[in-house]
């Protein structure tokens, strides 16, 4: 793999002190966190532990949130989220289309289709995929734009467990063809290690673990970060 | 982890041949046979010409089925029933295009924006909370007694449930869609075009089939109230003279013609909707 440090210049996404509450109850309490460009980084959490509004906050989706911080996020930003979110009124290709436009857009939306494997389904209607073929159409939707920052809250949280097998692959695949960055948050211990090089632990940011790929350690970076979770597993 | 070891699966034994599949009782009524809603109406007309044959109908009350024909053919052919027909068709047309066009700019305008909605949705639902045939009176006083008054009345009968469903389908549009409009960076225009509008169309389509019903039955009682000419006036004369064969051929011209603007506006909700076929089938 090669090595990606010349690139880790200047922050793709840098919090400061961001504070998010909903209701008085607050969910995000001065979170300062810089997210090196081209890094995929995992947040990892239990739910309700802040980690989609932190996600949100930096997608910019969180209009009627009350909140304070300063928050620097890249101009092209693409969310995937826990359901395909396909409109089922465009066929899939229309659908990677949305909100783009341009002589090669269509040319763009073809191969990011091809990318994720539904070359051929072009023409296809949203409810003739199934879950996993949704969700990718879904990831192709988010790569035809040439994010600098993808976010994804969940995205295989709905699959069932093969098929998220599968998608981990290609997840990764496309990362270090494209090297957006990302930030993918999960409640999946395992997915965390599996994908990313750096895991964040909850809305707070209580364990900023760095994963090295090539080591053997995954047992290891498990029980550190189920134990950051409060979770304790029985040792056979 | 462990060594997995592969071994082939023994060969079964002989099946017992006490071994039955057990199926479970099927709920579901049925494979649909084409054209099997034909079956009850085609029946109650033979029911119908069976009695007549054997002078079990009283001739006067219920004419035989052959008689119904037989005047329609004369009322058709001495052009009577044609211009009956045609000016109907007027009215109930006329009505409904200006019923369908303002049902759709009031549900616009008060569906998307919230001045539209505080001046438009609950003036409209105050409308609708008075019966549209009780405000004949009224339409005739200030509209005289002519043509514009029926058309009038076909339009407001039309437009209220065109407005109402449109309306609930615009406001109704899934906040996930509207979070992914924004992630997409669509402009207001490019949201309310390719999301908001074709989310709205099933709703719209609901209400232009209740919209088409509803000019037929508003046409039928305002002919037969105030008209020198149409369909509801040919029956009117009809039931001075006692000629209820007459009276019948205008039922069933109005029932053909409710058939017709119904299924058309099926076949256009379904070509327009394709995408839901696939949910359905």
Same mark, same amino acid.
């Given at each position: ?236 | ?110 569906? *998307?924006?919230? @001045? +539209?909605?505080? &001046? ?8 609708? %909370?008075?019966?549209? !045939? $009780? ?74 089939? *209740?919209?088409? @019903? +509803?000019?037929? &039955? ?8 105030? %008209?020198?000419?149409? !369909? $509801? ?49």
């Amino acid at each position: 793999m090669a090595p990606h440090t010349e690139q880790l210049t200047r922050p793709a996404v840098q919090l400061r002190g961001l504070t998010r509450s909903f209701d008085g109850r607050t969910v995000l309490d001065g979170i300062d966190l810089d997210l090196p460009a081209g890094q995929f980084t995992a947040l990892l959490g239990h739910s309700g532990s802040g980690k989609s509004t932190l996600l949100r906050a930096v997608a910019g989706l969180d209009h009627r949130v009350t909140g304070s911080g300063r928050l620097s996020a890249p101009e092209r930003v693409s969310v995937v989220f826990q359901d395909s979110r396909l409109l089922p009124w465009r066929r899939v290709l229309d659908n990677v289309l949305l909100g783009l436009d341009g002589k090669d857009a269509e040319r763009k939306g073809r191969e990011a289709l091809e990318e994720v494997g539904l070359k051929g389904r072009e023409r296809a209607w949203p409810s003739e995929l199934s879950g996993g073929e949704a969700q990718r159409a879904a990831l192709a939707r988010s790569l035809v734009r040439e994010p600098e920052l993808l976010l994804a809250d969940e995205p295989f949280g709905a699959l069932d467990a093969l098929t998220r097998i599968k998608m981990h692959n290609l997840l990764r695949e496309l990362w270090e063809r494209h090297r957006p960055s990302v930030l993918l948050v999960t409640h999946d211990v395992d997915e965390a290690i599996v994908l990313a090089d750096r895991v964040l632990e909850r809305g707070r940011i209580g364990l900023d673990l760095t994963i090295d790929r090539d080591a053997r350690a995954r047992g290891e970076y498990r029980v550190r970060l189920l134990a950051a979770l409060g979770v304790t597993e029985d040792v056979r | 982890m462990t060594t997995t070891t592969v071994t082939t699966a023994p060969p079964l034994a002989e099946p017992d041949p006490d071994l039955r599949v057990r199926r479970r009782r099927s709920l579901s009524p049925g494979k649909q046979v084409p054209a099997a809603r034909l079956a009850g109406p085609a029946l109650l007309v033979v029911l119908w010409a069976v009695a007549s044959a054997a002078g079990a109908l009283d001739p006067g009350a219920i004419p035989a089925p052959w008689t119904v024909v037989e005047s329609g053919v004369h009322l058709w052919t001495d052009g009577t029933l044609t211009d009956d027909i045609l000016t109907s068709l007027q009215r109930a047309g006329t009505g409904f295009v200006l019923g369908l066009a303002a049902g759709i700019a009031l549900a616009l305008a008060s569906g *998307l924006t919230r @001045t +539209g909605e505080a &001046l438009i949705d609950g003036t409209v639902n105050l409308n609708r %909370a008075i019966p549209t !045939l $009780g405000l004949i009176p009224l339409f005739i006083l200030w509209l005289g007694i002519g043509e514009t008054f029926k058309i009038a009345i076909i339009a407001i009968v039309v437009y209220i449930p065109i407005y109402l469903n449109t309306h609930a389908a615009l406001s109704g549009i899934d906040s996930r869609f509207v979070e992914l409009a924004e992630v997409q960076g669509l402009n207001r225009i490019q949201f309310i075009r390719q999301i908001v509008i074709p989310g709205a169309l099933p709703g719209f389509f609901v209400g232009l089939r *209740l919209g088409v @019903t +509803g000019s037929w &039955l508003g046409l039928v009682v305002l002919e037969q109230i105030n %008209a020198t000419s149409g !369909l $509801g006036y040919m029956m009117f004369q009809a039931q001075n003279y006692g000629q209820t064969d007459v009276i019948l051929v205008g039922l069933v011209v109005y029932g053909i013609f409710g058939l017709i603007s119904d299924s058309t506006v099926r076949i256009i909700e379904r070509r327009v909707l394709s995408w839901r076929r696939t949910l359905s089938s």
